[in-house]
């Protein structure tokens, strides 16, 4: 298995073979005030899971990546990873008994990890901890057409999504 380091320069490569177009490239979603919030929590929930798994969290530079990061150790890439935050608690997701996210995502992840010869991890960040999801092929899950929100900027689009449920998930609760 190739070595963590030598993957670095593999992984910006690989996120630019699964990236989709931003519709507008003037002006990114991340480069707006609630996508910058966005990010400074999905960088805590890197740091988290990071501290959790006790690896090394090597982010993505790519504004249009649908990957977000790898976690590896010195030796090797053990995991791919989306990470996303939402303005809820555990109870709150539970409550919906699983969780949304765009199919294309999941598919993305999917791919790099096979790539990889990695996981792929599914992390989200919560008022009081993080949800992590190994999601592979003994994961089972829905696929759904549903109106979404289009971005963290509001927007709505139809689309494809992987329903989660949450039962699978770990917690990892915020020190």
């Not at 549903?146 to 915020?174: F, Y």
Request: one cysteine or more.
């Amino acid at each position: 298995m190739p070595s963590a380091l030598g993957w670095i320069l593999r992984a910006d490569w690989l996120a630019s073979m699964v990236i989709q177009p931003p519709p507008n490239p003037s002006k990114l979603d991340c480069d707006t005030p609630l996508g910058r919030e966005a990010i400074v929590g999905e960088s805590r929930v890197m740091a988290r899971v990071a501290r959790f798994t006790e690896t090394l969290c090597l982010k993505s530079n790519s504004k249009t990546s649908d990957l977000d990061c790898v976690f590896a150790d010195l030796s090797h890439v053990l995991a791919v990873a989306e990470i996303k935050t939402r303005n809820m608690d555990k109870k709150q997701l539970e409550d919906f008994g699983t969780y949304m996210i765009s199919n294309s995502k999941i598919d993305a992840g999917l791919i790099a990890s096979g790539y990889l010869g990695a996981k792929f991890l599914l992390c989200v960040g919560l008022h009081d901890g993080v949800v992590m999801w190994d999601v592979n092929k003994d994961l089972v899950y829905d696929v759904e057409q549903r109106e979404t929100q289009a971005t963290v900027n509001g927007g709505t689009k139809i689309d494809e999504v992987a329903l989660i449920p949450v039962k699978d998930a770990t917690w990892i609760p915020w020190d």
